[in-house]
C-alpha cells in the first residue's frame, strides 16, 4: 500500500528543452523531443493507465497524430514548447512538469547578450497604442500585477502565433520595450495558448483565459482595478530567472 501511494504522488520532471542560446542550433528536433516524451510518459507515469483507456483512447489518438505532424514542421523551440504543452496538458495533472536547462547565472556576459539580441522585436505606432488603452478583447495593454512588465498584445500572425505581447515597460534589464514576451494561439474551442518567456528568455508553455479584465492569473488589462482597489503602478522587485 506504501509503495503504491509513493507511486501516485510522484513528481515528474522532466528536463527536455536544452535551450542555451537561441542562436545554437537550426534543427530544433521536435518530433524527436516530442516522442522521447510520449514514450518516458507511457512507461514511467503512474497514472498514464487512467488517462489513457478504452474511453480515451480515440481522443489521445487524435492529438497525439496532430501533435507529431506539427511537431515534424515546427521551426523553434518555442514552437515545440507549444506542442509539449499541448500534449501534457491532455494528462491534467499538475504532477507533471516540464522546463528547460538554463542557467542565466552560469552564463558569461556575451553570452547573454547574444540571447538579449536574439529576442525577436516588433514595433507599434502611438495611435494604435491609444486604441489598445481602450480595447476589451485579447488585444490590449496588460501588466504584471507586481508590474515588472507592461506589455501590448496585438493580432500578429506570424510563424505559429496569432497573437504577440509586445513590450513596453520592463523592470527587468534583460528585456527592453519592443521585445516579444509572449506567443498566443487562438485554439478551435475559442482558449488562449502559447509560449511565454522567462526573464532568461527561456520557453515556458501557457493557457489563458480572459476573466475580469485578467489574462490567465499572471496580467492584468490596462485601467483596471486589481484586488488591492489600485491599478498597477510602476515598482521594481528583485527577479528570478522565471520572473
Not at 18 to 29: G, K, T
Not at 45 to 55: M, S, T
Not at 207 to 226: C, D, F, K, S
Request: charge should be neutral; proline fraction near 4%.
Amino acid at each position: 500500500m506504501k509503495k503504491t501511494i509513493i507511486l501516485k504522488s510522484l513528481i515528474i520532471i522532466l528536463l527536455v528543452i536544452s535551450l542555451v542560446s537561441p542562436l545554437q542550433a537550426q534543427d530544433c528536433h521536435c518530433k524527436d523531443e516530442l516522442s522521447f516524451i510520449m514514450q518516458f510518459l507511457k512507461e514511467n507515469y503512474p497514472g498514464y493507465p487512467d488517462k489513457v483507456n478504452e474511453h480515451t483512447n480515440q481522443e489521445y489518438q487524435l492529438l497525439t497524430n496532430q501533435l507529431t505532424q506539427r511537431a515534424e514542421q515546427a521551426t523553434s523551440h518555442a514552437e515545440c514548447v507549444l506542442y509539449i504543452g499541448r500534449y501534457i496538458g491532455f494528462f491534467r495533472d499538475q504532477h507533471i512538469q516540464f522546463s528547460g536547462t538554463l542557467n542565466w547565472t552560469s552564463l558569461d556576459p556575451e553570452a547573454r547578450k547574444q540571447i538579449i539580441n536574439s529576442r525577436e522585436t516588433l514595433s507599434i505606432l502611438h495611435d494604435r497604442l491609444e486604441k489598445l488603452k481602450k480595447s476589451t478583447g485579447v488585444e490590449g495593454i496588460w501588466w504584471t500585477p507586481d508590474s515588472t512588465y507592461q506589455i501590448a498584445l496585438i493580432e500578429n500572425r506570424q510563424g505559429f502565433r496569432h497573437y504577440a505581447g509586445i513590450i513596453l515597460h520592463s523592470n527587468n534589464p534583460n528585456w527592453s520595450p519592443g521585445h516579444v514576451k509572449i506567443d498566443l494561439v487562438r485554439t478551435p474551442d475559442n482558449r488562449l495558448d502559447g509560449v511565454m518567456y522567462y526573464a532568461n528568455h527561456q520557453p515556458h508553455y501557457v493557457e489563458y483565459v480572459i476573466h475580469e479584465n485578467r489574462l490567465g492569473n499572471g496580467w492584468v488589462r490596462h485601467g483596471a482595478v486589481t484586488q488591492g482597489g489600485r491599478t498597477p503602478a510602476l515598482s521594481s522587485k528583485k527577479l528570478s530567472d522565471s520572473t
